[in-house]
């Protein structure tokens, strides 16, 4: 049993480090509120795999390396299963989109049209998100077929990869949509403002950031026109 439960942290360490250090860095695992399935993953890894381990251990018995190999094999497959669900759920993009940033999971993004998009945007990131713009369609029958979809719950226009761009090309809108520092304390606490302030005295601006659990705010420096981090404060 202490083998096995030695295995079982040994995986579920490098399952956090992966999940936490590379697919969701601070603070977007709370932006996409990931937390919940990363638990359950480690409560069928760590403690459900042993116990029944303790359970059918009985030394002498006929169909111990059975039973063992039944119980090692069924939460490897969950343990997979698990971590699959959550890779699929990485943030993949964050992407600006009119007057925010938005949090894109892989999940979400649409594809049909991947042959329509630049070479870089066609395959979302192993080791975490990448920062990029989205901008709408020059052609107004396909720009009003965005907005009928969107309206009936199907793909805007974060999701659509052959509509990003690289950030740089909207440097200008980015700088005229910046919101300044000071609103911020309009919906945080003064000291938490500071405190994220402190960590970031290049950043003079910030823009919403849209996630699935907990929208946040990207600091931005307007000088060089471009994100510098997220940060968890309220945006409204």
Known sequence: MLIHFGGSLLLAAGALGLVYGLWYPAPLAAAVGVSG??????GVDVVLGPMLTFAVYQPGKKSLRLDLAVIVA????AFGYGMATIAQGRPAWLVFNADR???VQA???DTRYLDEALPEFRRPAWTGPRWGASVNPED???RNQLVLEAAGGGSDLPQRVDLYRALETETANLRARAKPL???EQFNEAAAVQAALSAWPMADAWLPLMARAEP???LIDTRAGAPLAIVSLHPW
């Open 101 to 103: 940033f938005d949090v």
């Open 140 to 142: 107004v029958e396909k």
């Open 37 to 42: 399935i990363v638990l359950l993953l480690l």
């Open 107 to 109: 999940s979400d993004l």
């Open 182 to 184: 000071p609103e911020l």
């Open 74 to 77: 069924v939460q490897l497959a």
């Open 216 to 218: 946040m705010v990207v």
